[in-house]
C-alpha cells in the first residue's frame, strides 16, 4: 500500500508546525513520519564561517531536493532512508543522520516544497499555512534568538534582504496549488478539522 503524501507550506513562522503536531497528535507515531525540508540544506563545510551566514537560505536552490525526493521515493517503494541533521547556528550537516522507516502516512513540511514541480507532484494533500507579515516575523525574532543564538539586528538584515523577497517570488505564489489554505496560522480550529477530514477520507479512498 502506497503511503499518503500530506505537503504543508507556508511563510517562516506561518504555524506550520503547529499543525504538523496536529495531524501527528491525531494519526500516532505509529502510522506518521515527517520529513523537514530544512533538514536537506546543502552542507556548506567548504565555507568559511563568515562566509555561510551571507547566504540566501530562502531560495530553492540552498536545499537539496533531489535527495528530499529520493527519500520519499524510497519510503514509498518500503525502504527506510537515513535523513540528514542540520546544525542551523552554524549552517553544516551534522555527522549523523536519523533513520526514518516507512509508515502509511509522510508528512513533507518546508516554505519552499510547493514551488518545486517534481516534489509537488508526489503529495496526494497540499495544505499551505497562511499568516499575516507581521506575526511571521515576530516569531520569527523569537525563534532565531532563542532557539538559533542570532541577533535582533541579524535576524532583522536576513528578514529584510532575503525572506521577504525569496517569500514574495516562490512562497507565497506557490498557495496556489494548495487543495486547502489554512487562514490566521495553525490555531484554526475550523480549519484543522477540515483538514483532518479531508486527510481521513483519502486515506479511506
Known amino acids: 500500500m502506497n503511503p499518503l503524501i500530506i505537503g504543508i507550506a507556508g511563510g517562516s513562522g506561518s504555524g506550520k508546525t503547529t499543525v504538523v503536531n496536529f495531524i501527528c497528535d491525531h494519526f500516532g507515531d505509529e502510522n506518521i513520519v515527517r520529513l523537514e525540508h530544512d533538514a536537506y540544506y546543502r552542507d556548506l563545510k567548504h565555507l568559511k564561517f563568515e562566509d555561510r551566514i551571507t547566504q540566501n537560505f530562502d531560495h530553492p536552490s ?17 525502504y527506510p532512508v537515513e535523513v ?14 536519523k533513520t526514518i522507516v516507512p509508515t502509511k502516512v509522510i508528512v513533507v513540511d518546508g516554505i519552499l516544497i510547493f514551488s518545486e514541480p517534481e516534489l509537488l507532484e508526489l503529495m496526494d494533500v497540499k495544505i499551505f499555512v497562511d499568516t499575516d507579515d ?21 535576524v532583522l538584515h536576513q ?16 498557495k496556489r496549488y494548495a487543495d486547502v489554505i489554512i487562514p490566521r496560522g495553525g490555531k484554526n480550529k475550523i480549519a484543522r478539522e477540515m483538514m483532518i477530514s479531508l486527510i481521513d477520507r483519502k486515506l479511506k479512498s
Open 159 to 174: 528578514y529584510e534582504t532575503f525572506v521577504r523577497p525569496m517569500y514574495l517570488e516562490f512562497v507565497d505564489p506557490s
Open 134 to 154: 507581521d506575526v511571521r516575523l515576530i516569531r520569527r525574532l523569537r525563534r532565531d534568538i532563542v532557539e538559533r543564538g542570532r541577533s535582533v539586528e541579524g
Open 62 to 78: 540552498s536545499l537539496e531536493t533531489e535527495l528530499l525526493i529520493r527519500h520519499i521515493k524510497a519510503l514509498s517503494d518500503g
Open 84 to 97: 540528514p541533521m542540520y546544525d542551523f547556528g552554524n549552517h553544516i550537516r551534522k555527522e549523523e543522520t
